[in-house]
């Protein structure tokens, strides 16, 4: 059993900052895949980023470059810091792990992000 709770989501203008934090609790937390996927209004969920125990990460092309993914393996937490966020990053956000990638076998409850003017 893996649990995730998100937060830092918020409203933010376009070019501004946010950072999302994942607490995970649970087995096996250092083991997982961690990441983060975003659900904008009427669209499919999509894969944002992944960080695997060892630290290799993967972006979505429309993220790479602004967002960066990390994980403190102590704290048993994930964060994705945004930057230079733009309206299209809208979204809820949710923290993911699994043992596979990309992680979706925990969800979290998912943290809304708008960015607008």
């Known amino acids: 059993q893996v649990n995730l709770v998100e937060s830092g989501g918020g409203l933010v203008h376009p070019g501004g900052s946010l950072r999302l934090s994942c607490a995970a609790s649970?087995?096996?937390?250092?083991?997982?895949?961690m990441g983060w996927h975003r659900q904008a209004p009427g669209k499919q969920r999509e894969l944002v980023a992944t960080?695997?125990?060892?630290?290799?990460?993967y972006y979505a092309d429309s993220v790479n470059g602004r967002f960066t993914i990390s994980r403190d393996n102590a704290k048993n937490t994930v964060l994705l810091q945004m930057n230079n966020l733009k309206p299209e990053d809208t979204a809820v956000y949710f923290c993911?792990?699994?043992?596979?990638?990309?992680?979706?076998?925990?969800w979290g409850q998912g943290t809304r992000v708008t960015v607008s003017s």
């Open positions: 960080i695997s125990y060892n630290g290799n990460t």
């Open positions: 993911a792990a699994g043992l596979r990638w990309p992680p979706s076998e925990n």
């Open positions: 649970g087995k096996f937390l250092s083991m997982r895949i």
